[in-house]
């Protein structure tokens, strides 16, 4: 693999990790406050259709944004109230989201654009255009340097930027802040807090919230910015790749980044490398599609080890009277 080929693969694998990274964040704020949250997956097929419908309709890739954000944290608002108003099963809740994600937005498109469960496909400003960064030009003839720059960190869409930017900050939310505090130890220890005289439903719906508005951003990168549109399953697993990731990364920001950036790997070496000849027996692309699931799997089973979730994650709280 050549320099250039090798720039080709890691700017995919930017891309490809961006909404991995998202949803990963997301399921991060939500477990860490002792909600279990598999429905990222229908979370970021919710955002996706919403943002690609409304920037097709209004030709404002901001206000699809604006839409996608705003189905994404309906949807969180659906589990919430299911597993933190009514206590009921989070595991089930999420999968309910992910159904409901996965018929809705499928007959809403069919019967506002009649495509066949697709949106119009996006053009100008409709979707997120790439950002050259300052002297990405000046700088590209310069060995190395100049290409890494030019190349891999430049000629993302905004949302790119904000996702890796949102570790940072998720990092100081969780251990700087109060209520990064308050949010892990209601994850650890619920009762604790409400014998403090915190609010234990008002700090789980708070990371509810941000989870849906993470995911939202998820979603709408992918219908908005990754592709031109939205189409029928476009998320293709990617909110089950994303708690992968979160367990893989043991529910930490930083863990988190370089879990989601080997999962994007996969998938970008996936994309680039199909129909292989090994000595003349070809390696079918099915197979390529399959290996970074595959590899998702073996990673958890053999190199994990023992990843310890929050303490109270699951356990729906009632206040004692």
Excluded at 102 to 115: E, K, M, N, P
Excluded at 146 to 166: D, K, N, R, T
Excluded at 188 to 199: L, Q
Aim: charged share 10%; glycine share 12%; proline share 4%.
């Amino acid at each position: 693999m050549d320099f250039a080929t090798l720039l080709q693969v890691l700017d995919s694998t930017v891309r490809l990790a961006t909404p991995l990274l998202l949803a990963c964040l997301a399921g991060l704020f939500s477990e860490r406050s002792g909600i279990v949250d598999i429905g990222l997956e229908g979370k970021m097929l919710a955002a996706a259709f919403a943002s690609a419908a409304i920037a097709a309709v209004t030709g404002s890739v901001w206000l699809g944004l604006l839409a996608g954000v705003v189905a994404s944290t309906l949807m969180s608002g659906i589990h919430g109230l299911a597993s933190i108003t009514f206590r009921g099963n989070q595991l089930i809740s999420g999968v309910a989201i992910n159904f409901l994600a996965s018929g809705l937005t499928v007959l809403i498109a069919q019967d506002w654009f009649g495509q066949g469960g697709r949106t119009p496909s996006l053009m100008g400003s409709g979707r997120f255009e790439p950002i050259t960064l300052p002297f990405a030009q000046a700088l590209s003839g310069v060995p190395v340097i100049g290409p890494i720059y030019a190349e891999l960190i430049s000629g993302h869409s905004i949302l790119v930027y904000v996702a890796f930017l949102m570790v940072p900050l998720s990092w100081f939310v969780l251990y700087r802040t109060r209520f990064g505090l308050r949010l892990r130890a209601v994850g650890e220890a619920p009762e604790a807090v409400d014998t403090a005289g915190v609010s234990v439903v008002g700090l789980r719906y708070a990371a509810i919230v941000i989870c849906g508005v993470l995911c939202g951003l998820a979603g709408a990168y992918l219908a908005t910015g990754l592709q031109a549109g939205f189409v029928r399953e476009m998320t293709a697993g990617r909110g089950y790749i994303a708690l992968a990731a979160l367990i893989f990364a043991k529910w930490r920001p930083w863990y988190a980044l370089f879990a989601c950036l080997l999962f994007g790997l996969l998938q970008a070496v996936a994309l680039r490398f199909q129909n292989i000849d090994l000595g003349g027996i070809t390696i079918p692309v099915q197979v390529m599609d399959a290996l970074p699931y595959i590899l998702t799997v073996i990673i958890l089973a053999g190199f994990v080890g023992k990843a310890i979730p929050p303490r109270a994650s699951g356990e729906p709280y009632q206040k004692e009277r």
